[in-house]
């Protein structure tokens, strides 16, 4: 449950901070709205909140929400920019998870 927990705290995190990050994108880059900075200090200070719920280092957070947050950014492109990943993503994907679960879920001295 534990592992279920973490997982699901480091996906909400990561949309936060992509959420957070693509709206000035869309702002700076695509001529959008600049009352779109708004939301995306929002979802940044939200993200920053959410890294705080994780009950371990900050760098060992740090290290495994990163992996995280490559793999839920490919979902994004998928998803939203409507590109889909190949199979070099998905191998990468998988080489970066077992590495998260491993800084992450090990036992370390403390």
Same mark, same amino acid.
């Given at each position: 449950?534990?592992?279920?927990?973490?997982?699901?705290?480091?996906?909400?995190?990561?949309?936060?901070?992509? #959420?957070?990050?693509? =709206?000035?994108?869309? @702002?700076?880059? %695509? /001529?959008?709205?600049?009352?779109?900075?708004?939301?995306?200090?929002?979802?940044?200070?939200?993200?920053?909140?959410?890294?705080?719920?994780?009950?371990?280092?900050?760098?060992?957070?740090?290290?495994?929400?990163?992996?995280?947050? #490559?793999?839920?950014? =490919?979902?994004?492109? @998928?998803?939203? %920019? /409507?590109?889909?990943?190949?199979?070099?993503?998905?191998?990468?994907?998988?080489?970066?998870?077992?590495?998260?679960?491993?800084?992450?879920?090990?036992?370390?001295?403390?």
């Amino acid at each position: 449950m534990i592992i279920l927990k973490t997982l699901l705290l480091f996906i909400v995190t990561s949309l936060t901070e992509i #959420i957070g990050c693509y =709206l000035p994108y869309l @702002w700076l880059k %695509e /001529g959008r709205s600049v009352w779109l900075l708004l939301p995306a200090a929002l979802s940044l200070f939200l993200f920053s909140w959410l890294l705080t719920l994780h009950n371990t280092n900050a760098g060992r957070i740090y290290a495994a929400y990163g992996g995280i947050y #490559i793999s839920v950014a =490919l979902f994004w492109m @998928w998803f939203v %920019e /409507g590109k889909r990943p190949d199979h070099w993503d998905a191998i990468g994907i998988c080489i970066i998870l077992i590495g998260s679960g491993i800084i992450y879920f090990s036992p370390h001295r403390i």
